[in-house]
């Protein structure tokens, strides 16, 4: 790792760097004498993690800026053309501040490299960048988003030509080509008007975004069901909290035969600073405060959210006493997973070998659901890039027939005509099962309850500790050192049994910093440094009988490995 005086010499050479813009330096140059700020700033470069190249926007080789979109952009374009002759390359955007600049600034690098790109004038979701190329046979795709970061943050994912996020083989390859480009005076830049006069940068519109919408339409489970009106039937509240939704969730609903959708208005208009929410994160109720009362004002029955680039999907519905809970990603995926079964069974459509694909710190409820109706359950590391590789491992070798993919943090996918998760998606399967739900007297939490008492209640948690800079980086690798070395032997009174470590590489996944503890009476915790903050996060699982056993035994696990993480944070 770099110590503090290699930083301060990148940051001396960035100042002196006559490629770099007078506006960047003076940035850079307000800076002086502030060594912490710095360090952190040109410590290291952006690395790909779970989500591609993330970070804050500004200055440095630590930052999205101009430059660090460049140079990852003018290796990957090496990496294309080492492959192929005539590479094409689809972009898109979400809401983030410089979002739109970032993916106009790769689309010039890439046609300067005379590698046509195909380019939305406006935001569009993320899943929808991965079905598109797909759609259009491209080679790959670049994503402008940080998902659900605060708004300080932006992000740059890349896409395989299967519509994928690349996985770690393949990012190691454009990591090295990215690392081969020395200096911002060799990355290659076209002007846009000459690009397109070219025909190398060609901008996408209503037929492509009509092709999306159409065939996440036809993912609907009963379509019968909400051509016989049951669409309208259902009072849905729909925030796309100022992100990309918007316009994709509303059209596919409408298609589908949802007449009664309302828009939290207050945060229908994209806006990268997200000025209504503290986070634009629909897997915390706060994001939810204005969809509720709006609901409260109107009677929905339900709410849905999603986030900036629209690839998760968050649902609120109402409880016993008439209270609008938010869903946990567990129990959404859960209620999703038992719907879809339930309804390809019933049509006769339940393949032989149908396979649910979820990530390691997933519920297991999910997956007792899928095998209590004889499918396969596959698990995968923490990243939809995962499951979508398997999608397409099963595609390639007919091993199995994937139906449902999804993560604990809010990514859900049906069908196969991405390789990401996709809200849009997730919002329409969410809403047909509360329709059909409805129709027989019931909300969609009265079938939350009565999946526990079929199964067992599984209750799980997340608690995350946020460490920022190199310091912050150091505290994660300590933690997680300290487990590893000196694993417990048991944990809130329960025997540790198993300690699985992904490092090295585990039943068949890549490696990856990860540790799991398997407990005797079948819960578990796993401690995990996120891809794509700075924090380090603990994933709790607990499964009992009983409601308060299962809320005693999450609160005692939680508390005890909290206390040691704390410690050494």
Known sequence: MMELGEALERYRAWLADPSIDEETKRELRALEGQEQEIADRFYRDLEFGTGGLR?????????????????????LANWLLGRKAQPAVVIAHDSRRNSDAFALTAAEVLAANGIKTYLWPGLRPTPQLSFTVRHLGADAGIVMTASHNPPEYNGYKVYGPDGCQIVPDLAEEVIGHIRKVKSFAEVKRMARGEAEKAGLIVWLGEREDRAYHETVAAQSLRPGLLKA????????????????????????????????????AEQ?????????????????????????????????????????DCDRMGAVVKNERGEYVVLTGNQSGAILVHYL???????????????????????????????????????????????????????????????????????YLAGHYARDKDAVVASLLIAEAAAWYKRQGKTLYDVLLELYETYGYYFESLESRTLKGLDGVRKIQGIMEDWRTAPPAEVAGVKVERVLDYLPGLDGLPPENVLKFMLADGSWFCLRPSGTEPKIKVYFAVRRSKREEAEAALARLTAEVMARVDNRS
Do not use: C
């Not at 970070?55 to 290796?75: E, H």
């Not at 397409?392 to 007919?398: I, K, L, S």
């Open 229 to 264: 009106g049951a669409g309208n039937e259902l009072s849905i509240i729909y925030t796309p909290l100022h992100g990309a939704g918007n316009v994709p969730v509303r059209e596919v609903l409408k298609l589908a035969g949802f007449g009664n959708v309302r828009v939290v």
């Open 268 to 308: 229908e208009k994209p806006d990268g600073g997200f000025p209504t929410v503290k986070s634009p994160n629909p897997e915390e109720r706060e994001a939810f405060a204005m969809a509720i009362e709006q609901a409260k004002r109107e009677g929905a029955d339900l709410i849905i959210g999603t986030d900036p």
């Open 55 to 75: 970070g804050v926007m500004g200055a440095g080789s630590n930052r999205m800026n101009a430059y660090t979109v460049g140079k990852a952009t003018q290796g």
């Open 341 to 411: 079964l339930t309804a390809l069974r019933e049509a006769g459509r339940l393949p032989d070998n149908g396979a649910v694909v979820k990530t390691i710190v997933t519920s297991e409820m999910g997956a007792d659901i899928a095998r209590s109706f004889g499918v396969r359950v596959d698990n995968t590391l923490t990243g939809f890039k995962y499951i979508g590789e398997r999608m397409t491992r099963y595609e390639q070798t007919g091993e199995a027939t994937f139906l449902f993919g999804y993560e604990e943090s809010y990514g």
